[in-house]
C-alpha cells in the first residue's frame, strides 16, 4: 500500500501534486489546509484523512480535528501539525509514524523505532524552500522509507 502525505498547502492544491500521488491508495493531510477545496481536490485523487492547522480557524475547517490516529497498510499513524506539540507518552502507544507539517521543512527521522516524517510545504513558495510532498510504501516487513517529491521537479 503506498500513500502520499502533504502539508501546508494554504489553499493552493497544485496541479503537480496529482502525478505525484498517482497510485496512492490514501493521502494524509498533516494540516494548514487553507481551504476547503484543497481536501476535496486530493479526494479526487484517493481517501483522505486531513486534520487542521494553526491557520484553518474558519468555520468550514471545523469539521478536521487538530490531531488523527489511523491505522493503513498495517501501520499506525498519529498526525498533527506542529510537532512540537507532541505530548510526552504519544508515541508509547504503539505508533509507527508521526506525520507533523507546520515549519514547511522536510524531515525525516527515526528514533525509538519511530518514523518521524514531515513532508514539507506543497503551498505558496514561503523562505525560499522547495514545494514538496512526500509518498510512503507501508510494507509490513521493512523499514518505513519515505520519498520526497519537488513538485518543482514532478
Known amino acids: 500500500m503506498k500513500i502520499g502525505v502533504i502539508s501546508d498547502t494554504h489553499g493552493l492544491l497544485r496541479p503537480e501534486v496529482a502525478h505525484c500521488f498517482a497510485g496512492v491508495s490514501h493521502i494524509i493531510h498533516a494540516g494548514d489546509i487553507g481551504a476547503l477545496g484543497v ?10 484523512t486531513a486534520i487542521r ?8 475547517a471545523k469539521e478536521f480535528p487538530e490531531t488523527e490516529t489511523l491505522h493503513l497498510g498495517g501501520r499506525r499513524f498519529y498526525v498533527l501539525h ?10 508509547e502507544l504503539g505508533i509507527d509514524v508521526v506525520i507533523s507539517g507546520h515549519s514547511h521543512r522536510v524531515r525525516i527521522d527515526v528514533a525509538d523505532g519511530v518514523l518521524y516524517l514531515n513532508p514539507g510545504s506543497a503551498g505558496k513558495r514561503r523562505f525560499k524552500l522547495p514545494i514538496t510532498v512526500a509518498t510512503l510504501e507501508l510494507d509490513r516487513s521493512g523499514p518505513l522509507q519515505p520519498i520526497i517529491h519537488d513538485l518543482d521537479a514532478c
Open 39 to 48: 481536501v476535496e481536490g486530493l479526494r479526487r485523487i484517493a481517501p483522505v
Open 53 to 60: 492547522g494553526n491557520v484553518d480557524r474558519d468555520e468550514w
Open 82 to 91: 506542529d510537532l512540537n506539540e507532541l505530548k510526552d507518552g504519544t508515541v
